[in-house]
């Protein structure tokens, strides 16, 4: 297999500079032929490579992308190999990062590389910018708020919102895990805890816990495409926001997600509109440019919505 247009693409963004974490090569976007297995992400310093499939060469890429980044300050090159049971990860090429960090600006989320799922989504990058224009537009015309933050996991956007200005978040997450790991990550960037709740609760069967802790100004919904026995995006969705209105104050923003390639923007469109009349898509945000798609329908799409209640 050829690797030379992943390489001439990592070289590039290599030169860029800045340890900001980003995704260097994103093959699932199916851009590039042969190569839409592989995807290639910088947590200075280190790197991550993904194999979502058996590829010819895979150390050797790796070795080929330490000699690259080196003189750029990267200390070493994990390979998670997601075909294998347990989604492994070595280092084949320099030295293990002992504890890896996504970083974004000024804070810091720890990572674990040992996991499928390290702690820190690359691609909602454009969803995160947009929190914190919320947050300052609101407070800069001096309203107090309130932030729902549904299917929470390790709570970034509400490092981001927190630290983006003085405010309330309510975190929902049904695994414990995930919510105190978001605890530790305000707490590891020097953010109050004050106002900022973590509830293991289930977002849709266990509404009736949290909709009073509203009304919410903003609000984030972003749910596993497919939670076995918990979430199906398919069946649930909608009934969720059926729910919703029930702790938005009128005029609240919501960043609604949708992280699945077989729904179009049109069909999630059509979800949020019947689920209520009061709801009105404002746009689409656009895609994270380190994640290029052949297809925008089977990119994660993220809707800017008003509930005009």
């Known amino acids: 297999m050829s690797w030379k247009a992943l390489l001439e693409l990592i070289e590039k963004k290599l030169e860029e500079g ?84 996504a970083r974004r600006g000024a804070l810091k989320f720890p990572l674990t590389f040992a996991r499928q799922n390290v702690g820190f989504f690359l691609d909602i990058e454009p969803g995160r910018r947009w929190l914190e224009e919320q947050v300052h537009a609101r407070i800069n015309a001096g309203e107090s708020l309130k932030v729902l933050n549904l299917f929470a996991f390790t709570c970034a956007f509400s490092v981001v919102a927190r630290a983006a200005g003085e405010l309330e978040v309510v975190n929902i997450d049904v695994n414990r895990g995930v919510l105190n790991r978001g605890r530790e990550n305000h707490l590891s960037n020097n953010l109050p805890l004050k106002g900022i709740k973590f509830l293991q609760l289930d977002a849709l069967r266990e509404f009736n816990r949290f909709d009073r802790r509203g009304p919410f100004q903003l609000a984030i919904v972003d749910p596993p495409t497919r939670q076995k026995g918990r979430f199906d995006v ?76």
Not at 26 to 33: K, N, T
Not at 82 to 96: D, F, S
Not at 263 to 279: K, L
């Open 234 to 309: 398919s069946e649930n969705y909608e009934k969720l926001l059926q729910l919703l209105p029930a702790c938005l104050a009128p005029g609240a923003d919501l960043l609604m997600v949708l992280n699945s390639p077989g729904h179009s923007e049109a069909h999630f469109r059509e979800v949020i509109e019947s689920a209520d009349s009061r709801y009105r898509v404002i746009e689409r945000l656009p895609q994270n440019t380190d994640f290029p798609d052949r297809d925008p329908d089977a990119a994660l799409k993220m809707l800017h919505v008003r509930f005009e209640g």
């Open 18 to 101: 800045g340890t900001d974490s980003r995704r260097f090569f994103h093959g699932r976007g199916r851009c590039y032929e042969g190569l839409e297995q592989v995807c290639v992400d910088s947590f200075y310093p280190a790197i991550l490579v993904t194999f979502f499939e058996p590829h010819e060469g895979e150390d050797e890429l790796c070795q080929r992308l330490w000699e690259m980044a080196e003189p750029y300050g990267y200390t070493g090159v994990a390979a998670q190999r997601r075909y294998l049971q347990g989604a492994p990860v070595e280092w084949p090429a320099g030295k293990p990062v002992a504890a890896p960090l």
